[in-house]
């Protein structure tokens, strides 16, 4: 397979496992399903990654020989994509109604506070990310904290620490 595409600062080996996915594609440049293919790659590309900064998006888009803007169109227009990086634990802090009222915002400072990190930021040892959420369905539970998916019930600002120590103990 030809070489293209100028790669940035992220990982080798990881722009060598996104390759190999995309050439596996045969993608050619009048090839029609190409744009289809695109949230495919995207998909793979942040599972690979874990987010998609810019020169990911750029990369992308030469490879699939369509312009930047559209791949920075479809990441803009899903949720589920993300252009900041996420920490290997990943804290999630429902900020719905049920949880904020019963003092969701103490805990989501708590952890702030503790972490030096604001919602959408990374630890400059990425192993923690934060993120305050819209209601996560367990409203009975409030207010809940999510890390990786493990949900914590009833979360105290008390027991902020306890949680970032579970699993900073472990590494
Ligand atoms: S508002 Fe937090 S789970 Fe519903």
Request: proline share 4%; net charge positive; hydrophobic share 35%.
């Amino acid at each position: 397979m030809e070489q293209c595409c100028k790669k940035g600062t992220l990982p080798a080996n990881l722009y060598q496992e996104l390759d190999n996915f995309i050439d596996s594609l045969s993608i050619k440049k009048d090839d029609p399903r190409r744009k289809g293919f695109l949230i495919q790659v995207l998909h793979r590309a942040q599972h690979i990654f874990g987010y998609l900064p810019e020169e990911l998006q750029v990369y992308i888009a030469k490879k699939l020989f369509i312009h930047h803007s559209e791949v920075s169109g479809v990441i803009s227009f899903y949720n589920y994509f993300t252009t900041l990086p996420k920490g290997k634990y990943q804290i999630s802090v429902c900020m719905g109604t049920a949880c904020y009222v019963k003092g969701a915002q103490k805990v989501l400072d708590e952890f702030e506070r503790i972490l030096k990190i604001k919602p959408g930021e990374v630890t400059s040892d990425m192993k923690f990310s934060i993120d305050a959420l819209r209601c996560v369905g367990a409203c009975g539970l409030a207010p809940v904290v999510q890390v990786n998916g493990k949900v914590y019930g009833r979360v105290t600002p008390q027991q902020v620490q306890g949680i970032i120590d579970e699993y900073a103990k472990g590494e």
